[in-house]
């Protein structure tokens, strides 16, 4: 079937809040903690409307029902592709392809120019999708350190920047 790429609008509010929805839920299994996303994790969905950075929201499309979507945030010269979700049922059929090279076309008429994307280091599939569409160079770094006590996050080990071993 095919995938219509559009700009989102005000009647795609609850399906692209339950697809944030699923993106936390994502997140909350590779890190195995529940707590990721707090009480309503469709919240940070609310947030991002009120981003004063977005740029442009869009959809995708498969036979008229909504199934993905992504935005561009910009500031200056610079531009990020977030988010990007694809429902579950949806994923590994090009879908999430055509969403970023949408986005991707919409920051260079924007003459964004450095675009940025930030998947979380445990998002592995994520992150070699993105490398095979061209986000191939490293800008910064995020290093952090646990300093919870409330819940035991298990981190892993085997990512290596530089001569440094470090978990992810
Ligand atoms: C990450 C995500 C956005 C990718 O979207 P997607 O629609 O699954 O991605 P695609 O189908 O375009 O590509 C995924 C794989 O399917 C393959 N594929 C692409 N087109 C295909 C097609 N027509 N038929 C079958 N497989 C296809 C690709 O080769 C790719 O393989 P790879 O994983 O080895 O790179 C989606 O999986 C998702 O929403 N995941 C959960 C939330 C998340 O992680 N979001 C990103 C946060 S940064």
Known sequence: MK???RNYQKSDYEVCRSLWVELTHHHR???EDPSIGGDDPGYGFDEYLENPRRQ???VAELGGQVVAFGGLLC???EGEVEP???SQPYRDK???TRLVEHVVGEAKKKKVRFLYIRPVARNERAISLYVRL???TVGAVDLLQDL???YDRKWKPGIRIFDNELSY
Do not use: A, L
């Open 94 to 96: 090009g879908i999430g």
């Open 75 to 77: 500031h200056s010269e």
């Open 56 to 58: 442009g929201t869009w």
């Open 134 to 136: 061209g986000f191939n």
């Open 84 to 86: 990007v979700v694809v």
């Open 3 to 5: 995938v219509v790429i």
């Open 29 to 31: 299994d590779i890190y």
């Open 148 to 150: 919870s006590s409330s």
